[in-house]
């Protein structure tokens, strides 16, 4: 985790944002997409249609796995069944939102300087339910992303929300859509131009956030991203993520040690004082 320590002068300059994706929401009970996928993939209806998940599963991008679903779920007059699904994957265990999730997020707010932007792949409410933060600022309606928006601070849900959930980007047509608006795309790029990102929970598989990455590269700035053990990363990849896209790849462990490996991370450079992580010489970062 030291080789973080290099997001440093970018927390110091309120030039850092965060990138969260379901990684950070599973501590709280969600489900992640290939899990919502694998629970279509086994509910009778589509079983009986004699369709094998495990021929599916890692075949086929998960957006597109949802959108052939809901056809399925569709055509059995079983639309019900699908949304049920999908709204399962987005609700959190109140358990596990308070024992793991909330005290997360509540190191993760003892980074001083804040940074003061989030964009999300997610649809849940879990960071909103922590009442962390403004709850004024939310946004996730398609006029909310404008680059503009960047002046201030908020919660970016750039996939949909719960409060319109129909409306989200569970399947591959409406993903694409969303992906095509030239509003939008010149959001995401004043995100990545402005800002050094540190990804939290992310996969880093939406070839096109990389895409955007690549366009607004910028050999004097760089992008964090932490994954775990279990996404089998290798060292040539992750060469390819920095040679290619400026993201240093820090592999920090099991995944179900990162509450604890990132809370030490951050009690080590901010806690006591909010300057103590930033008294760190840029020539090193």
Not at 159 to 165: A, L, M, R, S
Not at 185 to 208: H, I, P, W
Request: with cysteine.
């Amino acid at each position: 985790m030291d080789r973080l320590n290099k997001i440093l002068p970018y927390i110091l300059e309120n030039k850092c944002a965060f990138f969260v994706g379901a990684g950070l929401s599973k501590v709280a009970g969600c489900y992640d997409w290939d899990s919502v996928v694998q629970k279509m993939l086994d509910h009778p209806l589509i079983r009986g249609k004699g369709i094998n998940r495990d021929e599916l599963v890692g075949a086929a991008l998960n957006e597109e796995l949802i959108d052939y679903c809901q056809q399925l779920f569709l055509e059995g007059n079983e639309e019900h069944q699908f949304w049920g699904i999908a709204r399962k994957a987005i609700t959190f265990n109140p358990e596990l939102f308070n024992t793991n999730y909330l005290p997360l997020i509540k190191i993760i707010k003892q980074i001083s300087p804040s940074p003061p932007i989030i964009l999300t792949t997610n649809i849940d409410s879990c960071l909103e339910h922590t009442n962390e933060y403004d709850l004024s600022e939310v946004y996730f309606k398609t006029d909310d992303f404008t680059e503009h928006k960047f002046n201030g601070s908020g919660i970016f849900h750039i996939h949909g929300y719960i409060e319109e959930f129909e409306k989200s980007l569970l399947t591959r047509k409406k993903y694409i859509s969303r992906y095509q608006e030239s509003g939008f795309k010149t959001f995401l790029k004043e995100f990545f131009t402005k800002y050094s990102v540190l990804f939290l929970g992310y996969s880093l598989r939406d070839q096109e956030i990389k895409d955007v990455i690549l366009e607004t590269k910028d050999e004097q700035k760089m992008h964090f991203l932490l994954v775990p053990e279990e996404d089998g990363l290798t060292s040539s990849k992750i060469s390819l993520y920095y040679d290619m896209y400026r993201i240093v790849t820090i592999v920090y462990g099991r995944r179900d040690s990162f509450p604890s490996i990132f809370g030490e991370w951050v009690n080590r450079n901010f806690k006591g004082t909010s300057l103590k992580a930033l008294e760190v010489d840029k020539s090193n970062a």
